[in-house]
Each structure stands twice: as C-alpha cells, then as structure tokens.
C-alpha cells in the first residue's frame, strides 16, 4: 500500500493535546515506500519553510488540500526511531489490527501530559573537594561568618542537602546561599520532584532462593532468548506453583542488561502483597500505575520511565505504554484475563498489543497463567508460542481436594438452604478447628434483578434493555444509565404480590451465614463493600489476620491473595457463569472454578474444595473438579473449532448505534450487503450472521444491532474492516450511525 499512497500527515508537536494537529505534506517519489507511521521526518515549516523535526502519524490517498500546494518532505531522519517513533508505529498497528480512528489509537499509546506545574525540589551541593572545603571551613570561621561555615559543616557531613532544610532547620537565609554559591562553594541544583506512588513503602520479609523447577523455568526462558527464539513464552503453572518469583528473576536478568520491564497484571490482583514483593526486589527502580492515579501522577511514570530513572513497571492494560528507552520484556500475568481487552475504542487486547510491541523492540514476551486462555494453549501446542510447564505448588504443597456435589439432589433430600450437607460438614470442622473459610459465589452475568413468580416477569428499565436491580436500600436502579425507581409492591403486569429480588446475593449469603453458624465471624467482600477507598485491601487484610473466619464474596477474591489459613473453599452454584450468552461462558466457568479452588490449602495444611453445581456432568465442572486443564482445553478447542469459534476462526462484531432503530437497521443491513458482495467468491471462507438486537438492545434510548462476521484468517477480518471503514466514510446514510468494530471480543456480544 505504501508505494501508491501519495501523503502523509505529520506530528511536530507530541504532547496527548496536540494529538489531533497534524499537518499533511506529499510524499515525494524517491521517498515512496519508506515513509510509515512512526517514521521521524524533517519537513519544511511556515511561512520560512524552516526545517522542523515530526513523526509520521498516517499515510493516506486523500489530500486534505489542493495536492499542488502540499509541501514535499524533505527527508527521512536515518537517527534511528525513538521511544515515540515506536508508540507512533504501535498505534498504527493497533488501529489496523482492532479498528478505530488514528487519533482514537494516539491517544492509547501517548500519556495525557498533566497541565498543572511539575513539580520541583531544590538540592545544595557542597561545590570544592572535602579537603579544600575543610580549609575553607576553617577560614569562614576564622572570619566569624557563622552562618557560611555553619552550611559549610552540614554539607561536610551530608551532600546534596534539601533547600528547605537548610533554610528552616540551619536557618540560613536566601542572601546567603546566593552569596556562598557566587563564591563557588556551594551548587544549587533544580530537580523534578516525580510524584512517587510507593515512596513509603519499606522493604520487608525476605527474598526467597528459587526451587529447581523455577530455575529451570527462568534457564529455559533465558536461554532461548540468548539463542535468538524470541517467540512468546508461556508459563502454564498451577496455582501457586511460584510464577511471580520466576518473573522477577527473568527481569532481574534483563535489567542487569541495561533493558526494562513491564509487568501486565489485572487491576484487582495489584495487591500491596505484590508490589511489595517487587520491591523488595528492585526498590526504587519499580514503579507502579492504576487507575486510582492522578493523570499527573501516572505521566509522572511515565516521564521517570522515559528518563531512566526506572527498570519495571507494574500496572493493568496501559502500563503496556510506558516509554521505555530500552524495554526488554513483557510480563503478562494471568493472561486469561477478560480484563486485558480493552472494551472502548480501540478495542486493542493487551496480548497480542504487548507482543506487537516487544517485536519493534526485540524485546521478550513472558504470558503466565494456572489457566491458560484456549488462544494461547492453542498457540503453544502449535508451537507458536513457547510452553513452560509448572505442575507442582512451591515446596510440594499439595493440591486440594476436590468434591462435587449435585444441588437437585440436596434437593430431593429435603435440603433447601443454600449450604450442601457436605458443606456444612466442613464448615463446621474448619470453626472447630479456628482454620479459615472462602465462600465463594460465582454471579457472573446474573443480576439481582426482580421477577414477578405468578407470571414471570420481569422489571426492566424504561430506558435500556435491561433489568433493574433491586439494592438494599430498596431502589430499583439501572446499572446502564443509573436509571432509579423505589421497589414495586406489585406486579406491574398482572398485579401479583409475589415479586420479589433473585436471592443469590453476597448478603442473603452473608444472612444464612450468620443463621446457621451463629458463632463465626464474617467478612463479605463485593462492590458494596469495596467501593470506598482501599476497602478492598482492608477487607483482604483484616482477613489474613484472621480476624474473620469466613470470606465472603465474588470472582473479586479469588484472585492475588495467598491466605495460608484457609483450608475450605466453598463454590456456591458453579454453573451460575454457563448461563451467559457467550461462546467463552465454559472456559470463563473453567477458569474461576480453578481459581477458586486453588485458594484452598496455601499454607501447609491440605485444602478442600466443595463444588455445588446444578450441572455436576457438564465437562467445564468436572474438569475444574478433577484440575485437569489438558481435558478441558482437548473438549473445548474441539468445540470451537467444530463451531467456528476462536481461536481456530476469529470473530469481527460490528456495533451500530443510533437514536432510532430503523436507521440502525438500515446501517447494517447496508453493511451486510457490502461485504456479501465483497466476498461471494469465497463465501464459505467467510461467514456473515445478523444483524441482530445487542444483548443489550437499547441505552439511554440509544438502539444498538449487531452484525457477526467469521473468517479463518484474521487478516481477511482486517481488510473487511478496512473496506467498510472507507464505505462508512463516503456514504451519508451513516452520517448519524455510530459504527464499532470490534475483533474477538471477550465480554458478551
Ligand atoms: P503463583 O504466582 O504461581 O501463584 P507465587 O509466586 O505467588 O505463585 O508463589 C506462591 C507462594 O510461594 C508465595 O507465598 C511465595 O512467596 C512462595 N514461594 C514462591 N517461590 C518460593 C521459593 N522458591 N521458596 C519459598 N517460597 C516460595
Ligand atoms: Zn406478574
Ligand atoms: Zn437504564
């Protein structure tokens, strides 16, 4: 393509405010084909044409002016590509490859600048040598300037001293610091002070010696990269096999080399225990970001990166974007993670981002997971990917065991509450026995929505396609478009007075908790409890030091904390998450059955895991039960590859959005048309269904349709992606349509 594009749009100014002020110059012939998105250019500017330094952000066919009065660039910059240079490149490969407009990826990639002033420290150096400074001393007091040699004796102990302490704890004024640094004994230094996210925390507890398998793990790795096979590696360790020391040590190794790290790890898992596990390792050379930051805090990071001041970033999805001058590794942890895709435009994923990224770079890419996504199980069995195999916990802790028990038959006994008698059997042991307890339940996709139970319906709001839920405050509010009504006494359809919440609920756990095991103290953990600021830390801490018995709550605790108390780990309905309407509903069962059970037993006692399913044969529970992950992963790519499913196809959703529904109706239907024609030659390569209503059809009375494309090759999804991104541009009818790719998606469709 780039042989035929006639110009390129340029960026002089990079700063994520001037993202969008680009200006367009002709690619003159002998420049064909080397200029790309990312490339640095000198090009002639203003009125003066002076020469001024940009990057390449976008080569096009269309001039945004008279193509006769675009100025030629003038050459391309051979000084090697930059820090920014690569993330220009990086955001160009993302809009390709996920969709959306340049800016959209630009401002992905580029941090917001903060406007507020950096802020700054003032330091005082002692300026001659100790000798010739303790001479000088001498001669100061001599003179009886009490106050120079005063400053004088302080810097002779200690050098750099803050300004601040030397004016109000030596009380020595301005006059005389200008004075002593006119004289040269004294330097005046002006530094950044970068706001600091872990500037109090403390190294603690000690740096634990690897096992051999991790050494092993780490040798391999190594290795490998030595040899130049820089394929992504992934580690595919049980829970608690000791991933986490195995990473610090590859980045301890590249570090060593003069490279930096970036450590991927979900939000929820970016635990105190875990940053402080990396600092205890790099100190002040790790860094941190989330989302709770400042945006002037996380481009302080960004900025300490860039300048050399750190070798490891830890942080969710865009720490992928640290400005590292040398980056030598991605670490992304719990690869499996939903999390890792970003669900506004561009809808990138972090993988495949990160490993796009260490390519530009020749940096390594190590993926760890006790659950693998099927993707890159489905890569490393094909050897695209590098497998590393940890079966083992640390120090031969053994697996927990496993029960199963069948909720309709509890039922057909006679046992209605929401605890199996087996389950209670063990609670009741662990209370004896003062060890700790983990209920978990898993709600995923199932709200606390109202229903009327004479004739089924249920209470949606007016606004969206969705239920209400009902809050303990007894509000109906829609989680959408924060919609609020009070509860209804009566059904609003046929009168009923039998409508009431669906109680699956953390709380109603939390009451029959506290009814049938009067004795035990509880903690629930859920968005109610954690909204505050470090709820959900304090909650995680009060826990391990035992001053509950019995954790409660969501997919939230299974992750991140090692709890060695807890002996029990209870699944309260584990086929809740099977009833998504999402291909992905088996492996997310999968892995938050596993998850959850690998809590139990991380101490030295051994742990039990009670299952309490509705659907004890379905091959997801009985593979998290039996822990075996091959078998489930051997039924589930057969599946999709049966099916048509990622990752043996891959999946472009297309969402379109408007005020009307006919005009979103229409929108598809023109897009539907546009690409049945574009690929009638190989229609059975290529599978078009839809249009058909979102699962959530409308929001805040915008409605929203959805067109499914399939193909066996990524690449042909891109070029239809392309194609329509053209036709969407030209054709008016889409004028008032908003239009969204989206590529594999995660969450629901
Ligand atoms: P994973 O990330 O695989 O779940 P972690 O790295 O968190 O596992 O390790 C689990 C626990 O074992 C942690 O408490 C960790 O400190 C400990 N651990 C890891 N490696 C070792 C080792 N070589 N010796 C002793 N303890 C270890
Ligand atoms: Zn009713
Ligand atoms: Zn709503």
């Known amino acids: 393509m780039d042989k035929n594009t006639l110009y390129a749009n340029i960026i002089i100014d990079i700063s994520h405010e001037k993202l969008d002020r680009t200006f367009q110059y002709r690619i003159p012939e002998e420049l064909k084909g080397e200029i790309h998105p990312g490339i ?42 930059s820090i920014e240079g690569q993330l220009i490149t990086l955001a160009a490969w993302i809009r390709e490859n996920f969709g959306g407009t340049m800016n959209q990826a630009l401002k992905t990639v580029i941090p917001v600048k903060q406007k507020t002033a950096d802020k700054e420290k003032r330091l005082i150096w002692l300026k001659p040598d100790a000798a010739t400074a303790k001479a000088l001393l001498g001669e100061l007091q001599r003179k009886h300037q009490t106050a120079r040699a005063r400053l004088m004796e302080a810097l002779l102990k200690q050098s750099p001293l803050p300004y601040e302490t030397v004016t109000q704890k030596l009380n020595i004024t301005a006059s005389v610091i200008r004075a002593m640094q006119e004289r040269e004994l004294i330097r005046v230094e002006t530094v950044r002070n970068w706001r600091n996210p872990l500037d109090r925390m403390k190294k603690q507890g000690s740096v634990v010696a690897l096992n051999p ?201 006679g046992n209605r509450s929401i605890f199996s008698d087996k389950l209670r059997e063990l609670i009741n042991d662990r209370l004896e026995k003062k060890e700790q307890i983990m209920l978990f339940l898993n709600r995923r996709g199932v709200a606390g929505f109202v229903s009327c139970r004479s004739c089924g319906e249920v209470i949606k709001c007016p606004h969206c396609d969705v239920s209400l839920n009902l809050h303990n405050n007894g509000k109906l509010v829609c989680h959408y478009c924060g919609y609020e009504q009070p509860m209804v006494k009566n059904c609003p359809s046929c009168g009923s ?27 629930r953990m859920d968005l109610d409890t954690t909204r505050k600021k470090d709820g959900y830390e304090q909650i995680l801490s009060a826990f391990a030091n035992h001053e509950a018995d019995i954790l409660i709550g969501t997919q939230m605790i299974v992750k991140g904390h090692d709890f060695p108390n807890v002996t029990l780990v209870g699944i309260l309905a584990a086929d809740l998450s099977l009833h998504i309407s999402d291909y992905r509903a088996p492996e997310r069962t999968f892995q938050l059955l596993t998850q959850a059970a690998g809590r139990a037993g991380r101490g030295c006692r051994q742990g039990e895991v009670v299952i309490q399913t509705y659907q004890p044969e379905h091959y997801s529970v009985v593979t998290a039960a039996a822990q075996d ?67 959530v059809s409308k929001v805040n009375d915008i409605f929203r349709k959805v067109l499914y494309i399939k193909a066996a090759d990524y690449r042909r999804l891109v070029s239809i992606k392309n194609m329509l991104e053209t036709y969407i541009s030209e054709e008016p009818a889409f004028r008032t349509v908003t239009i969204q790719f989206d590529f594999d998606p995660m969450n629901g469709f």
């Not at 409508?499 to 103290?521: D, L, M, W």
């Open 40 to 81: 640095p250019v000198e090009i002639p500017f203003g009125r003066g044409n002076r020469s001024v330094n940009g990057y390449v952000v976008e080569v096009t066919d269309r001039a945004e002016l008279e193509p006769s009065r675009l100025k030629p660039i003038r050459r391309v910059l051979r000084d090697g590509i």
């Open 213 to 413: 398998t991790q050494q092993r793990i780490v040798d391999e790795i190594l290795t490998g990269w030595q040899q130049g096979d820089l394929r992504p590696c992934l580690i595919h360790g049980v829970t608690g096999s000791g991933k986490t020391e195995v990473y610090m040590e590859i980045i301890e190794s590249v570090v060593k080399s003069g490279r930096q790290a970036i450590v991927l790890i979900p939000e929820i898992a970016l635990t105190f225990q875990t940053v402080l596990r990396f600092y205890n390792h790099f100190g002040d050379r790790v860094s941190i970001l989330n989302s709770r930051m400042s945006a002037g805090e996380r481009s302080d990071q960004f900025e300490r990166a860039k300048n050399g001041l750190l070798d490891v970033v830890i942080g969710p999805r865009s720490a992928l974007f640290t400005p590292f001058p040398n980056l030598g590794v991605i670490i992304m942890d719990e690869e499996h993670e939903a999390a890792y895709k970003s669900e506004s435009v561009p809808r990138y994923h972090a993988r495949e981002t990160a490993i796009a990224r260490a390519k530009m770079c020749g940096a390594g890419v190590v993926l760890g997971s006790a659950t693998p996504s099927v993707e890159s199980y489905d890569r490393a069995k094909q050897g695209i990917y590098r497998l590393l195999v940890m079966k083992e916990r640390v120090s031969a802790r053994p697996l927990p065991t496993v029960y199963t028990v069948d909720l309709r038959e509890e039922l057909r006994n």
């Open 497 to 523: 007075p039998y409508i009431g919440g669906f109680k699956a609920g953390t709380q109603k756990i939390e009451q029959s908790v506290n009814q049938q095991f009067p004795g035990a103290r509880v903690l």
């Open 629 to 695: 992950y091959e078998a489930f992963f051997e039924q589930e790519i057969f599946l999709r590859e049966m099916l048509h499913y990622p990752p043996k196809w891959h999946m472009l959703v297309i969402h379109a959005a408007a005020s009307q529904e006919m005009l979103v109706k229409q929108a598809q239907d023109m897009l539907k048309c546009k690409i049945l024609t574009k690929t009638e030659e190989d229609a059975a390569e290529v599978q078009v269904i839809g249009p058909a209503d979102a699962v």
